[in-house]
C-alpha cells in the first residue's frame, strides 16, 4: 500500500513539473509567435481570432487559426485567407475571411473580395497580394483565450506559479522524509553495533569467566596431587622407620 501511494504521490509530483513547463514553453512559444505576420514556423503563422466574424462556419473568437504562408496567385474563390486589413475603419489589423471573388485592386493589381461568413457582407477594401499573409489551415478552440489568460497575473499565479511551488514543496517535503529516513538508519545502525558490541563484551566476560573458572579447577587439582604426594612421601618415610626399627 505504501509503495502503491509513494508512485502515485511521485507521478503526480512529475505530472505538476511536465505541466507548469509545458506552459512555460507555451507562453513563450505563443508569445513568439502568435499575431508576429513576421515570424513563422515552418511558414505556418499563428493568430488569435478577436471577433465573431466566420463563427457562422468556421472559427470564433477566442480561437487561434494557424494559416500557412502560400503563393497568393494560388488562391481562389472559397479559400479563407489571413491578410492585413488597409480598411480606414481597422487598418493595419489582422483579418481572417473568405474569398467571395477574385478582382483587381484600384491600381489594376490582383486581389480579392472578402467577407466574413456571420454577416455575409463584403469587407470594403480589396485585399492585394502584399497584404496577404497565408491560407487558413485549422484552428485550436480557445487556445487564444487560455493565451490571453496565462498572460494576466491570475492566469500566470494559477497555471505556472502555483504548479512550481507545489512541485517545489513536494520536493522538499521528500527531502526532508529521506534525511529523516537516513538518520533513522544511522541510529538503528549505531543501535545495533551498540548491541553487538555489549553481545561481545558479555561473551568475552562469560569466556573470562569459563576461563577463570578452568583455571581454579586446573590450581585445585594440582594443590590435590600435591598433598597426595606428600602423603605418600610420609607414609613412605613412616615404613622406612619402621623396617629399621624391625632389622634393630
Not at 16 to 21: E, M, S, W
Not at 141 to 164: A, D, E, R, S
Request: charged share 30%.
Amino acid at each position: 500500500m505504501k509503495k502503491t501511494l509513494g508512485v502515485i504521490k511521485s507521478v503526480i509530483t512529475w505530472l505538476l513539473l511536465i505541466f507548469a513547463v509545458a506552459i512555460m514553453l507555451f507562453t513563450f512559444i505563443s508569445s513568439s509567435t502568435l499575431d508576429k505576420g513576421n515570424r513563422s514556423i515552418f511558414g505556418y503563422k499563428g493568430y488569435i481570432v478577436l471577433s465573431d466574424s466566420m463563427k457562422a462556419t468556421d472559427f470564433e473568437a477566442g480561437d487561434v487559426v494557424v494559416v500557412k504562408e502560400v503563393d497568393p496567385s494560388t488562391l481562389k474563390e472559397g479559400d479563407i485567407i489571413t491578410f492585413v486589413s488597409k480598411n480606414s475603419a481597422s487598418y493595419g489589423e489582422t483579418i481572417t475571411h473568405k474569398i467571395r471573388r477574385l478582382t483587381t485592386t484600384a491600381d489594376g493589381e490582383p486581389g480579392f473580395v472578402t467577407y466574413g461568413t456571420t454577416t455575409n457582407t463584403d469587407d470594403l477594401t480589396v485585399v492585394d497580394y502584399f497584404s496577404v499573409e497565408g491560407k487558413y489551415q485549422f484552428r485550436l478552440p480557445k487556445v487564444g483565450k487560455f493565451f490571453n489568460f496565462l498572460k494576466t497575473v491570475p492566469g500566470y499565479i494559477c497555471c505556472i506559479l502555483i504548479p512550481f511551488m507545489l512541485f517545489i514543496a513536494i520536493q522538499a517535503i521528500n527531502t526532508v522524509k529521506a534525511f529523516r529516513g537516513y538518520k533513522k538508519e544511522q541510529a538503528n545502525a549505531i543501535q545495533s553495533e551498540r548491541e553487538e558490541l555489549a553481545a561481545e563484551k558479555k561473551k568475552t566476560r562469560e569466556m573470562m569467566a569459563e576461563l577463570e573458572a578452568l583455571k581454579a579447577q586446573i590450581s585445585g587439582g594440582a594443590a590435590s596431587d600435591q598433598k597426595s604426594g606428600d602423603k605418600d612421601s610420609r607414609e613412605e618415610d613412616s615404613d622406612d622407620g619402621e623396617e629399621k626399627e624391625d632389622n634393630e
